[in-house]
């Protein structure tokens, strides 16, 4: 038999979810849109719609330890946040591990707008790695570049990739990047022929324990 004492804590709970509730959630309005992810940093054009993601809906005006309730994308990246309220503030938190690097995407979002497109990137509190930009003197973006990677200074001051460890190639918004690798530095070696330009740089990056480190690098 239930003693009054629980019955009063069960009632007394009963109220405060159904209070919680009755404030956060019984708006007339929603937040739809398409969850993206975007492979590089920067702006990177390399992005598509992700299925079978959970998002997170939090209170914008909290601390985010917590959500209100989540959904997950369909087939088509979709998703659909409903009974949301204009004058709250609402935030969407998910993240999602592919191929060993972590995305996540934590924004403040627009109730009522049915076209909120949500993007994915590169987690840079969470992992190790670099990004870099290449642009020319006119900061015009250099795209298709190859950047030889070294771990030697040595063997990066040669005009060859012999001894690199690997060879990025800069995408259409002159961004290339690589993540999880270990805390060092690393030597890049550009000596490159685009149509009838060289390029040639010699850079120095340093990868942090669970930072994405990004540099600027014109090239001439």
Known sequence: ??????????V????????CKRDDLN?????????YIKTGLNGSLDSSAVPGVTLYLQDGGGN??????A???DLAGKY????LQKSKKYRIHASLDSIGIEYNVD???KVSNINQALILYPDNTAQDGFSVHAQDSSNTPIANLKLWVFTSSVLAQANDSIGSIFTLVTDDSGNAYRLNIDTAYYYINVNDTIGAVVFSAKETVHV?????????????
């Not at 708006?27 to 969850?35: E, K, M």
């Not at 659909?80 to 009974?83: G, K």
């Open 107 to 109: 924004t403040t979002i």
């Open 208 to 220: 942090s324990p669970n930072i994405i480190s990004l540099y600027n690098f014109t090239i001439k």
């Open 64 to 69: 985010g330890s917590g959500y209100l309730y």
């Open 71 to 73: 959904v997950t994308t």
């Open 12 to 19: 007394i709970m009963a109220f405060l979810v159904a209070s």
């Open 80 to 83: 659909l946040f409903t009974n």
């Open 27 to 35: 708006g007339a309005d929603v937040v739809s849109g398409i969850l």
């Open 1 to 10: 038999m239930i003693s009054m004492r629980v019955l009063f804590f069960v």
